[in-house]
């Protein structure tokens, strides 16, 4: 055998190991239900905004913190807290993905994409202060 | 039905244009493969057949420009009773933008596309001598591809093959009643207008570059499979050679033009997000760059043939993947700015597209990969090939790890059905493609500091471990000193900021010393420059970009990671700033000053002025002072919905980015303030307190002394003031007021409000109620509308210019190689005359 092969020998085995290993990294679409089941377990929801519940938001208090509900694929109504300021127009989204954890019957999530009606608005992702 | 002021012949003419593009493609593809086939048989026959191809692929370029100029002719004169126009311009745009309106829809952007490829096929045709009919004939097949993407061709009711961009607006609205009136151009009088977002100049020029950068993977593309259908496999090099240098520097402009795009027009807090979009312009070039090293290795030794072909196949391949993915809508849920799905329409159709393509790659690659020249014998350790052809393999599996996970929605249905499981992108892609590519930036970097001192075939080891040893060790002290200085702690960084400074002290020493600074030959040298800079500006601004801003009245919160430091840089990156009132921000004192409003045509684009200050601690003087503009408008195009744009200050060694990120009041929501009402309040003795959103005011009493100049005297007038002290949140006394109250001919009451604008604080003496001489109750009617703030994210990214410096000395390197290859080229041809 020669070297070079060796080398891609051991560099094909490399990509594969590092593709294993990273594979955890991949998250999953999660109902608050099955959230509930892995506390703590960086995940995303789908969910719709539930309008009709309180949302808050005092930014004067603390601009990072926003409250509201959601109800997600499965039907169920979650409380939610997004450690960020609250997304504009989040009103109007027509569904949104939102990426964080369950505890103790409250998703703390850290991102939201908003999936917004008109054809010509993008999708729009809001951080929160995690980067 | 008639209608009434329609121009219908700029449309009729564009779509004449797109059929015979379309036409001529086909006429052009067909011509130069029967030019192809006949040319060992029949010179003759060959002959006429090439020249049809030419004729064919000039009118197609004709009919490309043309259509140009009827779609331009639309937009420029805002013809909207076409779509295209009514949806991306509108009257107000301003000329610079008229270009951009292009490329905001699908159709416009695949023009883009197909135009480039018309100017590039022009100069294959005129260069590529023996080789013409073969890459002509893939490069018109490609353009049939393409032009069927704007043929607009309905089969049937459901099938509709491309997208038309002269369509017009009835057409699209069918059953929109307006379009039952004749007259209905008379309501249609303004356009949908261009995204804001897109009105920069970024956004002129970046699409321009990166498309040229796309369409020229079409070349090298071409070149290889006209070697491998011909089975000759040296005339191909050199043209290969200069294309693909070519290719890496354009498309390499093209993506810094897209992050530079990001970093001043988006709010995502950078430059590169690892975004599917961006990913999907990446990953195609660092395929080339692989592609470009091993047809280097190929040329000088003969070795790497296959995966040189397999690569430069692969990469235009991959910017019709990247096209599938960005442009059909896939990404959909994960990434932020795909482009509008238009459906299935446009997956089949792309689809089949990159198949045929595959396809001929493949059974090309197949049928002749027996017959490809090799190597039988060993290459040595020491020589360049060994590790340039390592290099390219370790390129091309980083490129994989990131279209792999990119790629996620197309194979999570496969996964959800082996596994159960409906699988989403990483919850932190920075971290999952940065811990992975930190080692591909180590090992790449490395290597190409070292490459350069190892020759072809064989090296010396005793001089190539001299030079290499004196490099590194300078390196490595450059390196310390930026860990230490920089305060760069994780082990695995510390190694890339030594592969970074070795790959900067190397190819500088390896131009002065060894090349003793030949300007023709130093390409290489100078783009593994660019190459190690562009690294260390990544690792400087990345690794240590923070925030500036804090929250300093927030409550906490637990965002549930591990460290309390985390956690406390999670609660904290977003400060609250009332109007005029000075914070501290890092060194700065921070105060929003004002907002201002602009009018973009329909869009209001209000901008927030924040005045940074910083002061000499002991002598309090200021050092340094600069106002940043981050601003914020209302999309109508979005359907009202708020779009923030950040502003940067930049210094020589770092940048101070600033975005607006939640709006309280001032010209954006004026109804805010308005709406507020009075509150009623009653004190009854001095010393009782009435409770005010920004702090207290404390009763004083009342006093028949009036001195308020707004006050004229009436005799009959009985008139009392009720005097106030407010004190702020701090306890600290602001102003005294004493609003007042009068009662004329004793049935008319007046009042006269005292105010206090900073503190947005309206009082009003309401009433008075005597029940007794020692009771007496005295209601204030209180308004305070909430002040005006901005939250507000301020990062600092350190050396960025690094970053940008590093990737126009590449691209200038590329340059420089490519300019020696065709002065080369030309001489070996004129002395051959």
Redesign the interface.
Same mark, same amino acid.
């Given at each position: 055998m020669?070297?070079?092969h060796i $080398?891609?020998l051991l560099? $094909?085995v490399a990509?594969i190991v *590092?593709?294993i290993s *990273?594979f955890g =990294?991949?998250?999953?679409? @999660?109902t608050f239900a099955s959230a509930s089941k892995q506390p703590?377990k960086?995940?995303?929801v789908?969910g719709i905004l539930q309008k009709d519940k309180e949302m808050e938001y005092d !930014? &004067? +208090?603390? !601009?990072?913190?926003f409250i509201f509900y959601a109800k997600d694929k499965a039907g169920n109504t979650n409380r939610v807290?997004f =450690?960020?300021? +609250?997304p504009?127009?989040i009103e109007?989204s027509e569904q949104i $993905?939102m990426?964080g954890?369950q @505890?103790a019957g409250t998703f703390?999530c850290?991102r939201i &994409?908003m999936?917004? !009606?008109?054809?010509?608005? +993008?999708?729009? *992702?809001v951080?929160? =202060? =995690?980067? | 039905m008639e209608f009434i002021g329609e121009h219908l012949r700029p449309g009729q003419l564009g779509h004449f244009f797109v059929i015979t593009s379309f036409v001529g493609a086909l006429f052009s593809a067909f011509s130069y493969f029967r030019a192809a086939r006949t040319e060992q048989t029949d010179p003759l026959a060959s002959r006429s057949w090439l020249l049809f191809g030419r004729s064919g692929f000039v009118v197609h370029t004709v009919s490309v420009i043309s259509i140009f100029i009827a779609l331009f002719y639309i937009i420029e004169t805002h013809l909207f009773e076409y779509n295209y126009a009514w949806e991306h311009s509108s009257l107000s745009l301003p000329g610079k933008y008229l270009l951009a309106c292009f490329w905001e829809g699908q159709e416009g952007s695949f023009m883009l596309w197909t135009f480039w490829h018309c100017v590039l096929g022009l100069v294959v045709m005129r260069t590529a001598r023996g080789l013409e009919t073969r890459t002509m004939a893939i490069i018109a097949l490609v353009q049939v591809g393409l032009a069927t993407m704007i043929l607009g061709i309905h089969f049937g009711p459901e099938f509709q093959l491309g997208k038309t961009p002269f369509i017009l607006l009835r057409h699209v609205m069918q059953n929109a009643p307006i379009f039952s009136s004749p007259n209905y151009m008379n309501f249609i009088t303004d356009g949908n207008g261009l995204n804001v977002s897109l009105r920069n100049y970024w956004m002129v020029i970046h699409p321009p570059v990166l498309f040229l950068g796309f369409a020229a993977t079409l070349i090298p593309f071409a070149y290889c499979i006209a070697a491998l259908w011909k089975g000759e496999y040296q005339t191909f090099i050199k043209p290969t050679l200069a294309w693909s240098l070519f290719n890496g520097a354009v498309l390499g402009t093209g993506i810094m033009m897209g992050g530079a795009w990001a970093y001043e027009s988006l709010n995502f807090g950078g430059y590169w997000a690892w975004d599917p979009v961006e990913n999907a312009s990446l990953v195609p070039w660092l395929v080339l760059i692989a592609g470009l090293h091993t047809l280097l290795v190929y040329k000088s030794t003969g070795r790497a043939l296959s995966l040189t072909f397999i690569l430069l196949l692969l990469t235009h391949l991959l910017v019709w993947y990247s096209t599938f993915l960005t442009r059909t809508g896939i990404l959909g849920k994960t990434s932020v700015h795909a482009f509008t799905g238009d459906g299935k329409a446009l997956t089949y159709h792309l689809l089949i597209v990159i198949g045929v393509l595959l396809i001929v790659a493949m059974v090309l690659l197949v049928r002749r990969w027996r017959s490809l020249p090799r190597i039988r014998s060993e290459e040595e350790t020491l020589s360049r090939e060994f590790w340039m052809f390592i290099g390219s393999v370790i390129l091309f599996l980083a490129s994989m790890q990131i279209a792999l996970s990119t790629s996620i929605p197309v194979w999570s249905p496969l996964a959800k059905w082996i596994s159960g499981k409906d699988f989403a992108p990483p919850t932190d892609p920075m971290l999952h493609y940065n811990n992975i590519q930190v080692w591909v930036a180590i090992i790449v970097g490395l290597l190409s500091a070292s490459v350069l001192y190892m020759k072809f075939k064989n090296s010396d080891a005793r001089v190539l471990g001299k030079r290499l040893g004196i490099t590194a060790l300078i390196g490595l002290v450059l390196a310390a000193g930026i860990g230490l200085g920089q305060r760069i702690t994780m082990w695995q960084y510390d190694i890339m900021l030594f592969a970074a400074c070795f790959g900067i002290v190397a190819n500088i020493y390896y131009g002065i010393v060894v090349q003793k600074f030949k300007f023709k030959k130093l390409g290489p040298s100078v783009s593994h420059l660019g190459f190690a800079m562009v690294l260390l500006g990544i690792l400087l601004s990345s690794y240590n970009k923070h925030a500036i801003s804090f929250n300093i009245t927030g409550e906490e919160f637990n965002p549930g990671k591990k460290t309390a430091e985390e956690n406390a840089k999670e609660n904290s990156e977003n400060e609250l700033l009332f109007r005029g009132v000075t914070s501290p921000m890092g060194e700065y004192q921070a105060t929003y000053v004002s907002d201002s409003l602009s009018m973009k045509g329909k869009d209001k684009i209000i901008y927030y002025n924040i005045n940074f200050e910083k002061r000499d601690p002991k002598t309090k003087e200021v050092t340094e002072q600069f106002t940043l503009h981050p601003d914020a408008f209302v999309n109508t195009k979005g359907e009202g919905v708020l779009t923030v744009n950040p502003s940067t200050k930049h210094f020589w060694d770092h940048d101070i980015f600033t975005y607006v990120n939640h709006i309280h009041g001032g010209l954006l929501d004026k109804s805010k303030s308005d709406t507020i009402s009075y509150k009623s309040h009653k004190v009854n003795k001095a010393g009782d307190t009435v409770i005010i959103n920004s702090g207290y005011m404390v009763f004083n009493g009342l006093d028949r002394k009036i001195a308020d100049a707004r006050y004229v005297p009436v005799d009959s007038d009985l008139i009392i003031s009720a005097r106030f002290t407010v004190y702020d949140n701090k306890d600290k006394p602001v102003k005294d007021i004493a609003p007042i109250y009068i009662l004329r001919n004793r049935r008319e009451i007046l009042h006269i409000e005292d105010t206090i604008p900073g503190m947005n604080l309206n009082v009003r003496f309401e009433n008075l109620m005597v029940k007794s001489p020692t009771d007496v109750t005295t209601e204030i009617m209180v308004k305070q509308t909430d002040s005006d703030f901005v939250v507000l994210k301020a990062l600092v990214f350190p050396y960025i210019n690094v970053l940008w410096l590093g990737i126009i000395i590449m691209v200038f390197g590329f340059f420089i190689s490519l300019g020696n290859l065709l002065s080369r080229d030309t001489s070996a041809l004129i002395a051959k005359n």
């Open positions: 020669k070297k070079m $080398v891609l560099l $094909v990509a *590092v593709l *990273v =990294n991949f998250s999953t679409y @999660e703590g960086s995940i995303y789908i !930014p &004067q +208090k603390d !601009p990072n913190h807290i =450690n960020g300021e +609250k504009r127009d109007k $993905v990426m954890y @505890e703390h850290s &994409q999936k917004c !009606p008109s054809k010509y608005k +993008k999708d729009m *992702v951080e929160g =202060n =995690n980067s | -």
